[in-house]
């Protein structure tokens, strides 16, 4: 394997700030690339070089191809890191960086190509003896084929898009008066997705944990995990907030998941980092759930708990290089909590936001973490994903590192678009979660009447304090004729 000296992270935002800064950390040249609608943001300053790589509209800039391989080219970097999203799961673009001549930083184009479709996934993981939620997964995809294997497994049933993830073009079905309007659905959206109207179907587990096993395999041959993170408390098959260890998971569970999760990374020659998720019951029985064939967004809890650093493993897997620990050298230590802020509005059924950072004073102190991707100054604009920044906060147990994240929230302000930092302080204190009870139906069950969730209106106060923080921080004279 040829080894690498430059790094070009085909990414934008939060990710891409973090992985140029791992990248230099260890020693390594960056490259950051840019839509024009981005040229002021932190990424773009990060990196030792940065290149435009087209329009606001991601098709002509972060997912076009052919512009990300002439910026490797032009600047003579001879690695790719795809961060998360847009590429990172990928394989005809691993393939091309391969034939371009680049170090593609990830897992095998054969094995994101397996793993990125569900249905492919779901046989390659029974064959290999990893347990998986019984439904359907056949070649036949009629409606009448799926209709009366929907009546076999029985309500309530989930309909999945097999070559997509993230929530789309997936379906609840819980009365047979739905099925073929549901069905309809989740094809259309599936096919706009992400060109496949291919479904899958399984068993609706009631009232589940979402739990997911980092795990890491290299060139040599070896593979490991690093513990798992709870990742329950979702919207819309969203994650909102994640954490490591589970609460819900004890040392017995924990050794059980995190062997079958390499098992399953095994099965497909695994190489890099990569989650293996899982649906936990309320009787202790986790089924495979998808497996994610790139670094993740919630990956710095993992990260704080372990003591490790995730993306330097990446690039010296990528380097050839083995694994640095044994599964019996790895250690967990306290327990750590992220949160994701995003330019939303709540109470307008989550709708994106955009706008001006004016300001960004994100908390500091002891066990607090921050993951951002803005700088005052800079355009939030429609064209991307809206998260700012991840706040993650590390403790010796999981009350402290819960009280820290409200606390890192409170003292982080974000001056010029509206966030969702109100509801995750509410989703953070409220009693369920503060217990380690939450389940994947915590925000429907309990946030349903919330008043979090009802458009927020500043009273006259509120709006005369924003005005003298407007005109301090701006210079706007407040005097005038009658006023004091």
């Known amino acids: 394997m040829s080894r690498f000296g430059k790094v070009l992270v085909a990414n934008r935002g939060e990710i891409a700030v973090r992985v140029i800064r791992g990248a230099q950390a260890q020693g390594y040249a960056t490259v950051a690339v840019y839509s024009e609608a981005d040229a002021d943001a932190l990424h773009a300053h990060c990196a030792d070089e940065s290149v435009c790589i087209g329009p606001p509209a991601v098709s002509q800039s972060y997912m076009n191809v052919a512009a990300l391989l002439e910026a490797a080219r032009s600047t003579g970097a001879d690695a790719v890191h795809p961060g998360y999203g847009f590429l990172a799961e990928n394989a005809a673009f691993a393939r091309a960086c391969a034939e371009a001549g680049l170090v593609f930083i990830g897992p095998s184009p054969d094995a994101i190509e397996?793993?990125?479709?569900?249905?492919?996934?779901?046989?390659?993981?029974?064959?290999?003896?990893?347990?998986?939620?019984?439904?359907?997964?056949?070649?036949?995809?009629?409606?009448?084929?799926?209709?009366?294997?929907?009546?076999?497994?029985?309500?309530?049933?989930?309909?999945?898009?097999?070559?997509?993830?993230?929530?789309?073009?997936?379906?609840?079905?819980?009365?047979?008066?739905?099925?073929?309007?549901?069905?309809?659905?989740?094809?259309?959206?599936?096919?706009?997705?992400?060109?496949?109207?291919?479904?899958?179907?399984?068993?609706?587990?009631?009232?589940?944990?979402?739990v997911e096993v980092q795990v890491f395999g290299d060139t040599h041959g070896n593979c490991i995990h690093l513990g798992e993170r709870d990742c329950s408390v979702q919207r819309r098959h969203q994650k909102v907030i994640e954490e490591a260890p589970s609460p819900a998971v004890d040392a017995d569970l924990r050794a059980r998941m995190g062997e079958t999760a390499v098992r399953a990374a095994q099965s497909c020659n695994y190489v890099g980092a990569g989650t293996v998720e899982f649906l936990l019951d309320e009787e202790g029985g986790f089924y495979f759930l998808e497996m994610n064939t790139r670094l993740q967004v919630e990956h710095p809890v993992t990260e704080l708990v372990t003591g490790q650093d995730l993306v330097a493993w990446q690039l010296r897997v990528a380097q050839g290089e083995p694994l640095p620990l044994r599964q019996e050298e790895l250690r967990m230590t306290g327990h750590a909590i992220e949160v994701r802020l995003y330019a939303e509005e709540p109470g307008e059924n989550f709708m994106p936001q955009t706008g001006t950072i004016l300001d960004w004073r994100p908390a500091t102190g002891e066990g607090v973490r921050i993951d951002a991707g803005i700088r005052p100054g800079q355009p939030v604009t429609p064209y991307y994903d809206p998260i700012l920044c991840k706040l993650i906060c590390h403790g010796r147990d999981r009350d402290e590192a819960r009280e820290r994240l409200v606390r890192a929230l409170d003292r982080s302000g974000v001056l010029g678009v509206t966030t969702n930092r109100r509801f995750l302080r509410e989703l953070l204190s409220h009693p369920t979660f503060a217990d380690g009870e939450a389940t994947t139906a915590f925000i429907d069950q309990e946030f349903r009447d919330s008043d979090t969730l009802r458009p927020y209106r500043p009273d006259d106060l509120e709006f005369a304090l924003a005005a003298i923080v407007h005109a301090s921080r701006f210079g706007h004279g407040l005097a005038r004729p009658g006023l004091r």
């Open 114 to 210: 397996l793993m990125g479709n569900k249905r492919g996934a779901k046989l390659a993981m029974l064959a290999a003896g990893v347990p998986c939620v019984p439904g359907y997964e056949g070649d036949a995809q009629d409606d009448d084929t799926l209709i009366a294997e929907i009546r076999r497994i029985g309500f309530p049933v989930m309909i999945k898009a097999a070559a997509g993830g993230g929530g789309r073009g997936m379906r609840l079905v819980t009365a047979a008066s739905d099925l073929a309007a549901e069905l309809q659905s989740a094809r259309s959206e599936a096919l706009h997705g992400f060109g496949s109207d291919e479904l899958i179907l399984e068993k609706a587990i009631v009232r589940p944990r979402h």
